[in-house]
């Protein structure tokens, strides 16, 4: 059962189109970047997955005291060094 969970998430890693910038509130500073929602939530349980997103898409400026940015992953880079490009 762990295995399937350990391949499941680098399966979702790598599928995942988009990476969450976390800034702070004046959008100045990067605290963190993220491989997705799910892994901000399951660090602060408390946050909301919509209200992330309203930031994101522009809806809300900042929420829990952070900027939100959502950045398209353009290039992969392989373990031998190679860039695969996505699209």
Request: net charge positive; charged share 30%.
């Amino acid at each position: 059962p762990e295995i399937k969970k350990q391949m499941s998430r680098k399966v979702s890693d790598i599928r995942t189109k988009y990476e969450i910038y976390q800034y702070s509130k004046d959008g100045k500073t990067l605290i963190k970047k993220w491989n997705k929602v799910k892994d901000i939530i399951l660090e602060n349980p408390m946050y909301k997955t919509h209200n992330i997103y309203s930031v994101c898409s522009g809806v809300k400026p900042t929420m829990y005291g952070y900027k939100w940015v959502k950045i398209i992953k353009d290039d992969i880079v392989q373990p031998d060094g190679d860039i695969l490009e996505i699209g």
